[in-house]
T-cell receptor, first 112, second 114 residues
């Protein structure tokens, strides 16, 4: 069983640029959730995609957007990058309901 | 979002049991208690979850108070590989499609001494 994989593992961008992060779900999982983890903090929920539709959003501005594809893989897009966007971005896949979420090891994004 | 309270840090010795407490006094009847842990440089990892009864799996045990206002994650014999941040999270059973989001606090940083 293949786990959740994220790419790239590390990324450096400058303010104002745009970035796309990718996530490959665990086989059979139809739900993908994205989280942002600042240094020393717990992960914060950005949004979730369920069967290719956004299914809940946390307190993040519209410049954070996403997609889920028919194979349930997903992208997180961030426009107009700001210094505070520097963080670890985590993707988690799961089945619906109260099933455990399975996390990738994240993409470390640094904004200069 | 339902809130949990955990100590910032705890320390244990290798091969000794570890009891990680969590208070959730505002828990509702449909909230499951989930535990995740995050090892250094990795994403969070599911450990265990329960509703009312105590639960055991290969990683840990979960002891839930009778009034459900607190719970304890038990690692029976700590190893150096158990050093991680442990998160106690409440998840509503009755999510409407998809997967109920995880609301992380700061968790408990567990240090295991050799």
């Amino acid at each position: 069983e293949t786990g959740v994989t994220q790419s790239p593992t590390h990324l450096i961008k400058t303010r104002g640029q745009q970035v796309t992060l990718r996530c490959s779900s665990q086989s059979g999982h139809n739900t993908v959730s994205w989280y942002q983890q600042a240094l020393g903090q717990g992960p914060q929920f950005i949004f979730q995609y369920y069967r290719e539709e956004e299914n809940g959003r946390g307190n993040f501005p519209p410049r954070f957007s996403g997609l889920q594809f028919p194979n349930y893989s997903s992208e997180l897009n961030v426009n107009a990058l700001e210094l505070d966007d520097s963080a670890l971005y985590l993707c988690a896949s799961s089945l619906e309901g109260n099933q455990p979420q399975h996390f990738g090891d994240g993409t470390r994004l640094s904004i200069l | 979002d339902a809130k949990t309270t955990q100590p910032n840090s705890m320390e244990s010795n290798e091969e000794e049991p570890v009891h990680l407490p969590c208070n959730h006094s505002t828990i509702s009847g449909t909230d499951y208690i989930h535990w995740y842990r995050q090892l250094p440089s990795q994403g969070p990892e599911y450990v265990i979850h329960g509703l009312t009864s105590n639960v055991n799996n290969r990683m840990a045990s979960l002891a839930i108070a009778e009034d459900r206002k607190s719970s304890t994650l038990i690692l029976h014999r700590a190893t150096l590989r158990d050093a991680a941040v442990y998160y106690c999270i409440l998840r509503d059973l009755n999510g409407q499609g998809g997967s109920e989001k995880l609301v992380f606090g700061k968790g408990t940083k567990l240090t295991v001494n050799p």
